[in-house]
DNA sequence: TCCAATTATTGATAATTTCTATGATTATAA
DNA sequence: TTATAATCATAGAAATTATCAATAATTGGA
């Protein structure tokens, strides 16, 4: 039962008259009757009654309009949906990102600018994101870059830089900056050596010969910070994290040059079709 | 959109595989790959991801495969629906009746048999019936014979026969049959002459000579019996609406031969398509 | 780097829709 | 009742469209 059939059918059923019907439809009349005949083979049971000049639905013939006219409505609000996405008045985003607080201000904006559009940020090692992306689980990832590969593309964002966090009564809490020697001086509380931060903080050092010993080594931000509140030592975080807390127990101190810092970029499949809502997450993150 | 494409697509959408796709719908694979290309160009939007061997839905196909098994849905609704008419588990018939009487048993058994199917009877003059079904009101008409007409068939169902209905406490109450030639000389309660019931009794008495003298004339039978009721005079119904009251204050009398009657028929438009629903009524008053 | 699997492209063929011209039927008015 | 105009149906030709077979291009995996 073809779509274009239906229409057809609508038009007559509308009109009760297959001259007008066709005028309508910018067909001729011919065509129009031996289509509505198809119809009516293809149905098993004529849908009007055609006597002389009159012609009349029959049972089965307003049963079809009934259903006809909802197909049509399904097929309007199709393309009416489709359209709302390319008007980015609805849209799904589901970006892996290697710590939610590299873009939590740019969810933020872009969320109120366009509420419709679902976000699904989920917190992810580089490598879970790659995979993502490759089997399209993912549309974006947040990563720290370099980030090599054939069908990736990289899109440089920002440098994230790291910043020293100690408690407010420590003697470095005034400081306009700290130098990475006297950060290895400090007891310090860090991420373990697998994790992207510490290896940037002891990248930095090792440029200068130093070696950072810290006094404890955990996996999270959160418990890191709660170390430094209770003055168990300081903590090297992004500068960028830091900056969201509002934790008055805490003082963000930065780091005189060379400042550790890595580049954080987008990166996205290279052969991958970029609808609307992706394209105007890109622009938002890079305007 | 065709409703063909649509099928293609929800293949695609259900296998993510064109090859596999093709082969479910018997079709070749460039065949299926150039039908989709064509549905995106009507969309505006791609409907798959294509990276090399895996594809995946983009969110416009996501939405559009949601309305199209809806279409779908409505589709196979409207073939069910209409086959419930063939199997008479639904249907309408509309009737035009010049006395509901007529055909009250038929109606109370046919409606037993199919209660899916609406039964809508109307009480017309003949006159009404026939327009109605000129003008396609009316299925069927059930009406007194003969009802000439070029595009009407008519049907002859059973002769409706007048008799006599006096006060249970009148002398020929319990009389086995009365003559015309005795009725004429009874105190009468009766229909206009522009009533058939009237015509029928009185053309019967005027083939011997007499002439009626009503001391009333109502329009309806109900009024009539109430003067029967009453002891006003006698009436003359058809014998088959008597049959229908329960009314232990009356006695219905038949008349002797000649016995005033007239062809009750069952008519319909000659060129019109009669659907299972009209056929099955047809069987059923004339089986 | 090659192989197997998959989708895309191309040109020919088949099927289908549409048109024009005309026929048949029927309401409407003279 | 008989023309007349209006309407739907039919038939054959033309245009469009879907389909196929063969093959190219691409890609994921050994």
């Keep these: 039962m073809e779509h274009r059939l239906l229409d057809y059918f609508l038009a007559v059923a509308e009109e ?9 439809l910018g067909i001729t009349q011919p065509t129009l009757s031996h ?21 009349h639905l029959t049972q089965p013939g307003m049963i079809l ?3 006809a006219r909802r197909v049509i409505h399904e097929l309007e609000q199709a393309r009416f949906e489709i359209g709302e996405l390319a008007g980015l008045k609805r849209g799904r985003l589901r970006i892996g990102c290697s710590g939610n607080h590299l873009i939590t201000q740019a969810l933020i904006s872009f969320h109120r600018q366009y509420p419709g559009i679902d976000l699904n940020v989920v ?4 490598d879970e994101t790659h995979e993502g992306l490759l089997g399209n689980q993912l549309d974006l990832g947040v990563v720290f870059l370099p ?6 593309v990289s899109l440089p964002l920002y440098d994230e830089e790291l910043a020293l966090i100690v408690s407010r009564h420590h003697p470095l809490a005034a400081a306009a900056s700290v130098t990475l020697d006297l950060l290895a001086a400090l007891p310090l509380v860090l991420f373990q050596p697998k994790f992207l931060v510490r290896q940037i903080i002891d990248t930095a050092c090792a440029a200068g010969g130093l070696i950072l010993k810290p006094v404890m080594e955990l ?10 509140v209770h003055n168990v030592g300081g903590t090297v975080l992004p500068f960028s994290y830091a900056g969201t807390l509002r934790n008055p127990d805490i003082a963000v101190v930065p780091f005189a040059e060379p400042i550790p810092r890595k580049k954080v970029g987008l990166v996205y499949r290279k052969n991958m079709y970029l609808d609307h809502t992706i394209q105007a997450f890109i622009a938002h993150l890079t305007h």
């Design 147 to 152: 980030l090599e590969d054939e069908q990736l």
């Design 123 to 126: 917190e992810l090692a580089t």
């Design 16 to 24: 009760l008259h297959f001259t007008k019907a066709a005028d309508k």
């Design 65 to 67: 309009m009934e259903h």
């Design 219 to 228: 996996s999270t931000m959160e418990s890191q910070i709660q170390m430094v």
């Design 35 to 55: 289509q509505i005949r198809l119809l009516e083979h293809e149905v098993g049971t004529p849908l009007f009654h055609r006597s002389g000049k009159r012609i």
